[in-house]
């Protein structure tokens, strides 16, 4: 939309908000983003006004990465294919902007605009910035076909009275709006204002967001990287979140290594994993940075990923470029290999500190020694629960229940083990295996970045050990390091970067487990209702890829788990997708990366084996 339009209309929101006093959260929605008028002009207005909505949500594309600073001043992110997570103002304001995904208004998951900016040329067939696809030229019913499908798209993001602006709209545009249940009531040409007032009871046949869920009391199971974020995360939105753990201390499982790395991946087919974990990699980066600016140690100076395959057309060099051999020799890398993949936003941190960091948020409440063996539903909603112990006592306040890590996963009686008997949640494919890393004093030049592939190493700051790391070994419980595996880590360390500890040099170890799955993807979701999937094999709809979230939940029961040791990359990213299961606010990530993590994924992928098409 051309910027005089756009702050004409965020100049009208302080009025919009005075007259709702108790609005907790705002969220606009605006089809083309340009340089960031609108999105600095709406925060503009939120700045000023001192009734505003606690929480401001601006979701937007672009076609374009804007070359002009955020309006916090910092650099805008790589301009990587995502949907981009940037929040301000302590996290109160969040910008969701989507760059090069394919119908990006079919990829957001649960948003629900207030007010909807839409200028009909991103919607354009001949527009080379249009927002939903092309029709075949020439055709005037797949032009229609394609107009109303974009206009039903947008449709579906609107709240009931969402006010609609539509700058330099076509009339079948308009036509199509109204179809889809936009009433208008004012302007002229070329700018068109309505409201959202549908007549018919579904949702476009697009699955429905999550039931918005006011600010309460939550209680997270397991107080590592991944139970720590959750937290966070919804700390953040107001809720009051105590964390459980078995431990006196937090981060006693794999999250208490000396220390962490975080980094993305790059692969020619940037399949789900590969976008996953490159979202999460932008966002653990600025997630880090705050943490290290806190106090807690670490560097965000570049990792290197040994063993880069090249890919076409190469990534955007501020997200990762490819070193060779002679680049790697001639920055002094300490990485002995063919070539490797630089990521200038990768790096390490102390994970035991970040995790004590994080559970500082206020509004988190850690509880060590507390070993929770069951649940119990409560209240008349059937939404919240109370977490007991071995002896049935409750061992926080009730509300929902989020699973997190392998905090959870080391309790004596597996988490999805009485989820099965007491809730009825679809088991989960979890599986464990054990890792050791090793770390030892080393008085030669220290490695200057960390560097991956075939296993991590990194020199600690000031002087400090040398960490390296890890082996894996499945269905292995044995908790006390082994000298067999330090010959394994110092073998690895010296094909990569020969360096070996000096003759008579004491070696140490530390034990942790990761939790997998067979994807290698995390688990992040609302649990899976066993009983009501069991009665649906009979219906007569098929479910395709996009209608996971069809499928019916446990009211108030989440998993985030299965971190498969990238908890310091995925955890961040991961525990602000996890709120938004809960509150059911904009999810921080595309739709079809939800699926792809969805707890609910497993029992798809049986049901087809066993029984062919499932049915709804």
């Not at 798209?153 to 109204?178: D, K, M, N």
């Not at 098929?542 to 985030?560: C, D």
Request: net charge neutral; glycine share 12%.
């Amino acid at each position: 939309m051309p910027s005089p339009h756009a702050l004409a209309l965020a100049a009208q929101l302080p009025g919009v908000w005075s007259g709702q006093a108790a609005l907790g959260h705002y969220t606009v929605l605006c089809s083309h983003f340009g340089q960031g008028q609108a999105f600095a002009a709406v925060l503009q207005a939120w700045r000023g006004c001192p009734q505003r909505p606690e929480r401001l949500v601006f979701v937007s594309q672009a076609t374009q990465w804007p070359d002009a600073p955020t309006p916090a001043g910092t650099d805008w992110p790589p301009p990587t294919r995502n949907l981009h997570l940037l929040d301000f103002e302590g996290g109160r304001v969040r910008l969701l902007l989507a760059l090069g995904l394919d119908s990006p208004w079919r990829q957001l998951r649960q948003v629900q605009a207030d007010a909807l900016w839409l200028d009909g040329q991103d919607f354009s067939r001949d527009n080379p910035r249009s927002a939903d696809g092309h029709p075949t030229a020439g055709d005037s019913h797949s032009d229609h076909r394609q107009t109303t499908a974009a206009m039903k798209a947008v449709a579906r993001l609107a709240a009931w009275q969402c006010r609609l602006a539509l700058w330099q709209a076509t009339p079948e545009q308009a036509s199509a709006l109204r179809a889809a249940g936009f009433v208008f009531d004012g302007g002229a040409a070329p700018l068109l204002t309505a409201r959202f007032q549908p007549t018919f009871g579904h949702r476009l046949q697009q699955p429905p967001p999550s039931p918005a869920r006011p600010a309460g009391h939550a209680v997270v199971v397991g107080a590592g990287i991944a139970g720590a974020c959750a937290a966070a995360a919804l700390a953040r939105r107001g809720w009051q979140c105590t964390v459980l753990d078995a431990r006196a201390q937090p981060a006693g499982g794999g999250s208490g290594n000396p220390a962490a790395i975080f980094h993305g991946t790059v692969h020619a087919a940037d399949g789900p994993h590969a976008r996953f974990t490159r979202a999460a990699a932008l966002h653990a980066q600025r997630f880090h940075a705050r943490l290290m600016a806190q106090g807690v140690p670490g560097q965000v100076d570049g990792l290197l990923r040994a063993d880069a395959q090249p890919v076409s057309p190469p990534p955007p060099e501020r997200w990762a470029s490819r070193w060779s051999a002679a680049t790697l020799q001639a920055h002094d890398s300490g990485l002995r290999a063919d070539s490797a993949w630089f990521f200038p936003g990768g790096g390490w941190i102390d994970a035991s500190a970040a995790v004590r960091t994080i559970l500082q948020t206020p509004g988190v409440r850690f509880q060590g020694q507390a070993c929770a063996a069951g649940l119990r539903r409560v209240g008349s909603t059937g939404q919240d629960w109370q977490v007991l112990d071995a002896d049935g006592q409750a061992l926080a306040e009730p509300g929902p229940v989020v699973l997190a890590g392998a905090g959870a996963g080391d309790l004596p009686c597996p988490p999805m083990a009485w989820l099965a008997n007491d809730a009825q949640a679809w088991p989960l494919p979890f599986s464990r295996a054990r890792g050791q890393v090793s770390w030892f004093q080393h008085d030669g030049p220290a490695l200057p970045r960390p560097v991956a592939g075939g296993g991590y190493a990194l020199s600690l700051p000031g002087g400090g050990p040398l960490l390296c790391g890890a082996t894996t070994q499945a269905d292995d419980d044995d908790p006390r390091p082994r000298e067999g595996d330090h010959a394994f880590n110092l073998e690895r360390l010296l094909t990569q970067t020969g360096i070996a500890p000096a003759a008579g040099t004491s070696v140490h170890g530390r034990v942790g487990w990761r939790e997998r799955v067979a994807d290698r993807l995390p688990v992040v979701g609302a649990a899976l209702d066993s009983r009501a999937v069991q009665e649906m094999s009979g219906r007569s709809t098929s479910i395709g890829a996009g209608r996971l979230s069809r499928l019916p939940r446990v009211p108030g029961l989440f998993v985030l788990g299965a971190m498969a040791g990238r908890g310091f990359t995925w955890g961040p990213l991961a525990g602000e997708v996890l709120a938004s299961w809960v509150d059911g606010s904009p999810s921080p990530l595309e739709a079809d990366l939800l699926d792809a993590l969805d707890p609910a994924r497993f029992w798809l992928r049986q049901a087809r084996r066993e029984r062919g098409p499932v049915r709804d």
